[in-house]
Structure formats: C-alpha cells, structure tokens
C-alpha cells in the first residue's frame, strides 16, 4: 500500500504562486508514471501535469505557468503554480502509478480574483 501525503495549497490571489508537494511512504526512483490531477465542484477530474523518468507533459491551460518536477532523494513531487488564475482553483491529487495506482487525499487551490 502506498500512502500519499499533499501539502502546500491554500488561498492566494490572481497572479499568485503556490507550491504543492507530494510525499511518497516508498521510493519513487524507479516509478515512471507520476503527476497531478485537480478537480473543481462539479466537474471531473483532470489531468494537469505528469512526469516519467525523462518527460514532463502539461495540460494546455497550465503550460507555461505550472512546472512538475521530482526529487527521488526525497521521494517527493512538486507542483510549482505560477500567474495563477481564478480558473486554476480546485482540489489538486497527486497520482503514483506502479502495479495499481494511488491517489492522495488531495490539496484545495483556492485563486481569487
């Protein structure tokens, strides 16, 4: 069982940065597939950013602004939220995928305007 643990989310204004961090109970050295997800009221939840050992890949309506990176050492992923926009409010999930997939309890992003 792998166990999840975000942080890092919070109320800020337009234009404001937050950073989210996502701590693993394993080693992620070797997992390949890693990302954030985000959900708003009443809508499905979508992919935003992942990452495998060589590649990132963003959502069109963050690139530019969001940067996903990891750090082994740490068994940690981040989440660097830049120009944040009213939009980018939701509850982000952090996603490690090995034999099964595995979610965190999620963090709220809350951007005024």
Avoid: H
Wanted: charged fraction near 15%; charge should be positive.
């Amino acid at each position: 069982q792998v166990q999840l643990v975000e942080s890092g989310g919070g109320l800020v204004q337009a234009g404001g940065s937050l950073r989210l961090s996502c701590v693993a109970s394993i080693s992620i050295f070797s997992i390949s597939d890693m990302g954030w997800y985000r959900q708003a009221p009443g809508k499905q939840r979508d992919v935003v950013a992942t990452i495998s050992l060589n590649t990132r890949n963003y959502a069109d309506s963050v690139k530019g602004r969001f940067t996903i990176s990891r750090d082994n050492a740490k068994n940690t992923l981040y989440l660097q939220m830049n120009s944040l926009k009213p939009e980018d409010t939701a509850v982000y999930y952090c996603n490690v995928r090995t034999a099964y997939s595995y979610w965190g309890q999620g963090t709220q992003v809350t951007v005024s305007s």
